[in-house]
């Protein structure tokens, strides 16, 4: 048998496996640091993507008062090791954030087309509350003239008075229907009419994603025969829409409807009676607890 390497090499190899063996027995046992709990990481990650305008130190102090003691490097590890940037980073606000700010004193409108069998175009102006979803179908008309947009803002003011909106701002596109009149009746009750960029529909998301909404569960599943027809389904969805269609939006509550209690009796449960309701003849399904 022939060895390819030298005895002194063999030597060489036995005399640092000892010293190996012998560092590794004189080493004293070191733990470290332990691991952060995870419901601090995931509390520290709340924080910071709930105030994008806090920096790395302010949600270790914010720990400290709820109670909770934690070194400010490790707050600052968790926030690194996720990715999140320092404030100044992350603080600029977008569409989104501003909508869901202002919300409560918002409202958002939008003209919308639709065809009838006869091939005569209507145009429906609808008007939505962004904070509860609230929709507001005031009208329908082949010909949106000035005087007859200048009465639906009319009409918008009184049903706001009605339901003592606190509206202030109004959205709108930069369409050539709405007349000047439109945004001074509106003004001289304390709403301003904020326009939209030219041709960004996302800075009136809501009233677009409405839109499109309606088509397609109610314009593209229906004939419209005529004027008074078309007003008649947009009056039924209107009222489901409002009434008891949950949004994902609200957490799946109602405009107009809060969400119920859950049920938590495994007898009532058991005995669950749930009915179905039709709207315009099975388009629309309302499901409720028979009486």
């Avoid at 390497?5 to 010293?19: E, G, K, N």
């Avoid at 949600?59 to 909770?68: A, F, I, K, Q, T």
């Avoid at 509106?186 to 809501?206: K, Q, Y």
Wanted: hydrophobic share 40%.
């Amino acid at each position: 048998m022939r060895l390819l390497v030298r005895p002194d090499t063999v030597l060489r190899w036995h005399r640092d496996l000892v010293a190996r063996r012998h560092a590794a027995r004189s080493r004293p046992h070191r733990g470290g640091r332990p691991r952060t709990v995870q419901s601090i990481r995931a509390l520290v990650l709340c924080l910071a993507h709930e105030n994008p305008d806090w920096g790395y130190r302010r949600p270790h102090g914010e720990l400290l008062v709820l109670g909770v003691k934690v070194a400010a490097s490790t707050v600052w590890e968790i926030l690194k090791d996720a990715g999140i940037p320092p404030a100044p980073e992350r603080a600029s606000s977008t569409w989104a954030d501003f909508l869901r700010f202002q919300s409560d004193a918002i409202l958002a409108c939008d003209f919308f087309e639709t065809v009838t069998l006869s091939g005569t175009r209507r145009y429906v102006f609808a008007v939505i509350e962004p904070t509860s979803r609230r929709i507001r179908i005031l009208g329908a008309t082949p010909h949106p003239t000035a005087p007859w947009v200048t009465q639906t803002a009319k009409n918008l003011l009184t049903d706001l008075e009605d339901a003592r909106s606190q509206a202030r701002f109004l959205i709108r596109d930069r369409d050539g229907k709405f007349p000047p009149l439109f945004d001074a009746i509106l003004a001289d009750t304390g709403i301003e009419v904020v326009l939209s960029g030219v041709r960004v529909p996302r800075m009136n998301a809501i009233m677009e994603r409405w839109v499109a909404t309606c088509q397609r569960e109610l314009l593209d599943r229906t004939l419209v025969w005529n004027h008074q027809h078309l007003l008649h389904v947009l009056k039924e969805f209107e009222t489901f829409y409002n009434e008891h269609r949950p949004h994902q939006g609200i957490t799946n509550a109602r405009p107009l409807h809060p969400l119920p209690a859950p049920i938590t009796d495994p007898e009532q449960i058991a005995r669950l009676d749930i009915r179905k309701r039709d709207r315009l003849g099975g388009i629309l399904h309302e499901y409720q607890h028979a009486a």
